[in-house]
């Protein structure tokens, strides 16, 4: 993957953090806590400086009250899918197993392109 790409993603995804953070009404420091990792490290995150590993991403998301692929979503893919009469089902419909293997299929993709 171009690193130009990685870099928008790795934005969109801290931009998604950060509205969800505040939707909950943490600042950083707080998340940074429930987490276990520095308000620093957080502000990378958000920043898009730096992207989290999944399970990173997994823990944010359970905090944040979310399924990991909405941290990934840009404002078109919503609205996009908001317009769409027959959305896919999301990784919600999913069993536990069935959900985890996606999210490893998903990972080793990711690893893949890195090389």
Known sequence: MAERK???????????ITARRRLMGWN?????ERLGIG??????IER???APRFPRLEQ???L?????????QTQEDRE?????????????SLDLSTRREVMLMAEKIIQLMRV
């Open 6 to 16: 990685k870099q928008r993603l790795a934005t969109i995804v801290g931009a998604n």
């Open 28 to 32: 950083q420091a707080e998340f940074a």
């Open 39 to 44: 308000a620093d490290s957080l502000s990378r």
């Open 48 to 50: 898009g400086l730096v």
């Open 60 to 62: 944010m998301a359970a």
């Open 64 to 72: 944040l009250g979310c399924p990991v692929y909405v941290l990934f």
């Open 80 to 92: 996009r899918a908001a317009a769409s009469p027959a959305a896919p089902p999301s990784l919600d």
